[in-house]
């Protein structure tokens, strides 16, 4: 079926680097897309979102990019910190959200 | 504006018994869904409900599972005659609209069957 996924499973970032993150998908016809952040214990939390008629999106520290051509997007996380260790997804939603399955930010103080 | 509320945030059962999970949307919002997540996984749709209704239930398991969101009081899911491979944490979401709207999540539910 349909799915959204994400090429790296761990990613290990220096305080301060720039942290990016990675994600396929698979449904052409998806228009809308988020990222979430997912803590341990806890709930997604929304990061961003991005509509199909876009690009490029900024927000405080992150940027998503949309390229439909290849059917990627990408999640950029300027000066990481240690409060965005956590493990990040993209969805897509087509009416419904489909999550990837993940991938784990850890920043290294 | 409380946002989506989930209880309880644990719970335990043994083996053949119900679980039952609710979920409060956030305040004017009338689409919940329900999503399940096993440890070091993704998060799995289940179902989609608006109020009364059930859309889009093409991620519940054939058997024992089931869903509501009536017209007063919060959404449930429902899991009768438990097993092992139920225990897993469970999320709810709400949005204001279907889709191409962002959505709230709650804190989930961690069920965990002995």
């Known amino acids: 079926g349909e799915s959204v996924g994400l090429h790296l499973p761990t990613l290990s970032v220096q305080e301060g680097d720039n942290s990016i993150i990675n994600c396929a998908y698979s449904?052409?016809?998806?228009?809308?897309f988020i990222w979430y952040k997912q803590e341990s214990g806890k709930g997604p939390q929304f990061i961003i979102d991005i509509r199909s008629n876009m690009d490029k999106r900024q927000g405080q520290r992150v940027t998503v990019l949309l390229n439909k051509t290849v059917k990627h997007l990408s999640l950029q996380i300027a000066a990481t910190q240690p409060g965005d260790s956590a493990v990040y997804f993209c969805a897509e939603n087509p009416g419904k959200l489909i999550f990837g399955q993940g991938t784990e930010l850890s920043v290294k103080p | 504006n409380a946002g989506v509320m989930q209880n309880p945030r644990h719970l335990v059962r043994r083996r053949g018994q119900e679980a039952r999970l609710r979920c409060s949307p956030m305040k004017g919002h009338s689409h919940v869904y329900w999503y399940r997540q096993l440890p070091e996984e993704g998060l799995k749709f289940m179902v989609y409900l608006q109020k009364e209704n059930i859309i889009d239930e093409s991620g519940m398991p054939k058997e024992r599972f089931s869903a509501e969101f009536p017209k007063e009081g919060p959404s449930i899911l429902r899991i009768q005659q438990v097993v092992r491979g139920d225990s897993a944490a469970y999320f709810c979401a709400s949005s204001p609209n279907r889709a191409n709207t962002e959505a709230f999540f709650g804190q989930g539910t961690r069920l965990t069957v002995v």
């Open positions: 449904n052409s016809a998806s228009d809308y």
